[in-house]
């Protein structure tokens, strides 16, 4: 399933929808919030930013994610460089990215900033912001990448529509490339992601949801034991 391109629907011309996954790319009360929330708030950001931080995300998309993130990281102050890298199976054209950022005035300063350099797929300086986007299934691609994470967005599509990036076996990837005491947050609160975070061996959490959800998940790599 790699090196396929997303198919895209539109929902009200604004809102993307996967027509592989029958599953819309962000929430459609309001993506940028969501974001803040899941993401951002549930891995305990921006407080936790330092140079050198290094967020890992399955599923770029629109890179609505990633530019929330980064303004974060230049408004919290940081003059270093982020470190972003993202796990990609079907790359989005950057004239659809463009057509779905349009919908965020907020983050327009940062998206016209990206898009101007984005070719689609790789890596991409942007000063502030060193991204990577991986391409291919990333239950392919992560066992093989040789980084680790500080903090980790799983943001697939629904467990129901996408299973295969909710697997017990990509959330012990997950937490193989995550730094002792990292952490994870996702919108879903689905028992087998819950159990499948627990059994790779993050203490995980169940709080408050963005908007209709009532809840979602956060997780925590234990620090590793001092001798
Ligand atoms: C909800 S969207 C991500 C939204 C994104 N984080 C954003 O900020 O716009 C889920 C993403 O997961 C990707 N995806 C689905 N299955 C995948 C797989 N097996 N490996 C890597 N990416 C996958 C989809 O192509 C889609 O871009």
Same mark, same amino acid.
């Given at each position: 399933?790699?090196?396929?391109?997303?198919?895209?629907?539109? !929902?009200?011309?604004?809102?993307? +929808?996967?027509?592989?996954?029958?599953?819309?790319?962000?929430?459609?009360?309001?993506?940028l919030a969501e974001t803040e929330h899941v993401f951002l708030a549930g891995n305990d950001l921006p407080a936790r930013f330092a140079p050198g931080f290094?967020?890992?995300? =399955?599923?770029?998309?629109?890179?609505?994610?990633? =530019?929330?993130?980064?303004?974060?990281?230049e408004d919290s102050?940081?003059?270093?460089?982020?470190?972003?890298?993202s796990f990609e199976a079907f790359p989005m054209a950057p004239a659809d990215m463009?057509?779905?950022?349009?919908?965020?005035?907020?983050?327009?300063?940062?998206?016209? !900033?990206?898009?101007?350099?984005?070719?689609?797929i790789g890596t991409c300086d942007l000063g502030t912001l060193k991204l990577q986007v991986v391409a291919g299934d990333a239950r392919v691609s992560l066992p093989d990448w040789t980084g680790a994470?500080?903090?980790?967005?799983?943001d697939g599509f629904s467990p129901a529509k996408n299973p295969e990036l909710w697997q017990p076996d990509l959330l012990q990837a997950v937490a193989n490339h995550t730094k002792p005491g990292g952490s994870a947050s996702t919108y879903t609160a689905a028992g087998? +992601?819950?159990?499948?975070?627990?059994?790779?061996?993050?203490?995980?959490? !169940?709080?408050?949801?963005?908007?209709?959800? !009532?809840?979602?998940?956060?997780?925590?790599?234990?620090?590793a034991t001092l001798k």
């Amino acid at each position: 399933m790699a090196d396929q391109q997303a198919q895209l629907s539109w !929902r009200e011309e604004r809102i993307p +929808v996967s027509d592989q996954f029958d599953d819309p790319y962000f929430s459609i009360q309001d993506g940028l919030a969501e974001t803040e929330h899941v993401f951002l708030a549930g891995n305990d950001l921006p407080a936790r930013f330092a140079p050198g931080f290094h967020i890992a995300e =399955l599923g770029f998309g629109t890179g609505l994610n990633m =530019l929330a993130t980064w303004r974060a990281w230049e408004d919290s102050g940081q003059r270093t460089a982020l470190r972003f890298t993202s796990f990609e199976a079907f790359p989005m054209a950057p004239a659809d990215m463009a057509k779905a950022l349009a919908a965020f005035p907020d983050i327009a300063p940062w998206a016209d !900033r990206f898009l101007a350099q984005w070719q689609g797929i790789g890596t991409c300086d942007l000063g502030t912001l060193k991204l990577q986007v991986v391409a291919g299934d990333a239950r392919v691609s992560l066992p093989d990448w040789t980084g680790a994470a500080d903090a980790w967005f799983l943001d697939g599509f629904s467990p129901a529509k996408n299973p295969e990036l909710w697997q017990p076996d990509l959330l012990q990837a997950v937490a193989n490339h995550t730094k002792p005491g990292g952490s994870a947050s996702t919108y879903t609160a689905a028992g087998f +992601v819950r159990r499948g975070l627990e059994a790779a061996g993050f203490a995980v959490k !169940r709080t408050s949801g963005f908007g209709r959800k !009532r809840h979602m998940t956060t997780a925590v790599r234990a620090e590793a034991t001092l001798k």
